[in-house]
């Protein structure tokens, strides 16, 4: 018998059960639908965290690189009171720090033991190989829009602004006009956030609903021309005066306001979403350099102001060092470590985080397979009854000469049918779903102006995977129906009712 | 050299309460070409020697030949493609498949043998012509009468040219006019050169139409004429 006419059997065989068949064929379609869900959604994370956000900052030229906390330098006695603390790199005459295991196997470098400052920036511009480094520094500060107060975060930008962590473009305006100027650039969300929000009328009872309002993407003209109206907006950043005014005066005269203007506008694609954070940090509210670097210290909390005061200086929260080409990326990395300071691979990183993400999508695998399984009982239980209605068939194709592979071949091809329905179906309906989720979580997105995310993302290789391990689930769960039918005794069953 | 052959044949049912001995020592030549009708009471173990030669199960002791081949050496996939090539099998019940036309009854005994979708088609078709089932060819068992159904089931038994035709009480379910009309038709195949084997109670019926008759009781030949 051959294939075709096994599944052609097999097929006759199933509809003869319909109701049967639809019943186990959905325990399978929910199963998958799950498990395509569950794992759609780690690898949405992998996808913006990995493929989105990290192909955006070329990840194999650039380095991230931080230097020890004040606390930490302290303790180290780098606080003044050591007569000679090691030059350059690391203090107290401590040796470079040596490489450990991390938790996926990765190597993780020991804390580094020494301020990232001017001094060492410098340093590392002078590498063989490096492009340019970019000190990355911030301060939260209360600010003043449209009468409104309210808490944000501000990251110093370079003048260059391309130099900015995955490149940064204007949609509008000039960008900075000097490293300490009083200017702002926005990116295109946090901008909408300065408009006057417009309030908008409701419509009538019963007139029906108004088509222009309906949501539409914005076009380039559209956007820039929404940018134009935050240009030249006055936002009014509030510090604190250095002699505050006495117990019961006016609280206005006890800080400043400094007032300062917004010069440019960033496009929203440049910024990446959310998950940039979790690995440059940076804002959506850029000043200049030196700008961030004042305020820095003006707004910075008083241990830390302390800190910077016995130790001369309080360094940069971190850097981004640019090579030239991937060759120089190894070099430089183990100079900025035999330095002192903690560069950290990206490439070394990113393959950490996909053994991370492996993790998750195996434990969610499993977590969802489990639902399979309960569908691959509902396949075994079919096909045994089945063998049961069918037992006086089986002995009838025996009889006229029917051997033990072709029978077993029949029930193998019918639990296969059914996993590749379920699957088929549940692959569809786990798609659907996805763009369901998606579309409704990036509504909320869009209105709030953030760039558009896909939480739930399904290659085709995730999808054809949960077909195939459907079919290879019921076809494991036909093996011991397909082995009692192929045991059946002929003459019993030629006798069974 | 018989065709078929049982050779101090016995079987023995192992049952709960204890063995049932089915077959004591029977020995039997069958020869190319002959209508031999085995005879005898119910319990006598004529349809376990028709099992035997069929091939469905095996002696307890003593051998099955066919073409002085034992048929005890087969294995499972052996057993079945003698079944399939060498043997036809024609059963009181007629034993088809309910929900296939008698056209797909017949072709499937040609799907085990490989045989193409559209030859097994036109085979099935001209068997079931050579029964004088040609218009019924899709119809259900269950829109056949008994004989038609026993004709469908001897097209079936034909279905892959055996030599053997083996026949457990065709007749049974049937009326004294389908009953003469079915072993006509196998005394038609008699003279085409198959060998009928033919499993019956009814002495008279039997002798009308097979060469020699062999009675059976309780498991052992006891008349062979």
Sequence with gaps: MNFADICQMALRNLQQAKLRATLTITGVVVGVTSLVCMVSFAFGLQENLLNKTLAGFDIFTTIPVSGASLSMLLEFGQNGENPEPAEGATPAGAAAPEPRRGPFGGMVRAKPRRMLDDKAIAEIEKMPGVLYVQPRIGFEAFIQVNGHTRQVNFSGAPLELSRLPGGGTLLTGTGFSNDFAREIVVNEGTAKTFIAPVRKVPPAPGSPPDPVARKKVPTEAERKQAAEQVLGKEVVLLTLREQPGAPGEAPENRYEKNVFKVVGVLKAEETHGPFEQLVFGRGGMFVPQGTARLYHKINGDSLSKLGATILGDSGYQGAIVRVKTPADTQSVYDGINKMGLQAISLTQQLSQMKTFFMIINSSLALLAGISLFVAAIGISNTLIMSITERTREIGIMKAIGGDNRTIMSIFFCEAGLLGLLGGVIGGGGAWLLDTIANATVNHYIASAGAVRVEFFFIPWYLWSGAILFAVGVSLLAAAYPAYRAARVDPIKALRHD | ?225
Excluded: C, W
């Design chain 2, 1 to 225: 050299m018989p065709i078929l052959s049982a050779s101090h044949v016995t079987k023995v049912y192992r049952m709960g309460a204890g063995d049932v001995p089915a077959l004591a020592g029977v020995s039997l030549a069958i020869e190319r070409g002959e209508f031999v009708a085995i005879l005898g009471t119910s319990g006598s173990g004529k349809s376990t020697l028709l099992n035997l030669f069929g091939g469905l199960d095996h002696p307890t002791s003593g051998e099955i030949a066919f073409e002085s081949t034992v048929l005890s050496g087969f294995n499972a996939k052996a057993m079945a493609q003698y079944r399939l090539k060498k043997i036809g099998m024609v059963f009181q019940s007629f034993n088809l498949i309910s929900t296939m036309s008698a056209e797909q009854n017949v072709s499937l005994a040609l799907a085990f043998a490989g045989m193409p979708a559209a030859a097994r088609r036109e085979r099935a078709k001209a068997l079931l012509a050579s029964v004088g089932l040609a218009a019924r060819v899709d119809h259900r068992p269950a829109e056949l009468s008994g004989g038609e159904q026993q004709r469908v089931s001897i097209a079936r038994a034909l279905a892959n040219d055996p030599q053997v035709l083996l026949a457990d009480e065709p007749t049974g379910n049937l009326d004294s006019v389908r009953a003469s009309e079915v072993l006509q038709i196998l005394k038609q195949l008699q003279s085409q050169g198959k060998t009928i084997v033919l499993i019956s109670h009814d002495h008279e019926l039997a002798s009308r139409f097979a060469d020699r008759s062999v009675r059976l009781k309780d498991g052992k030949v006891v008349e062979a004429a």
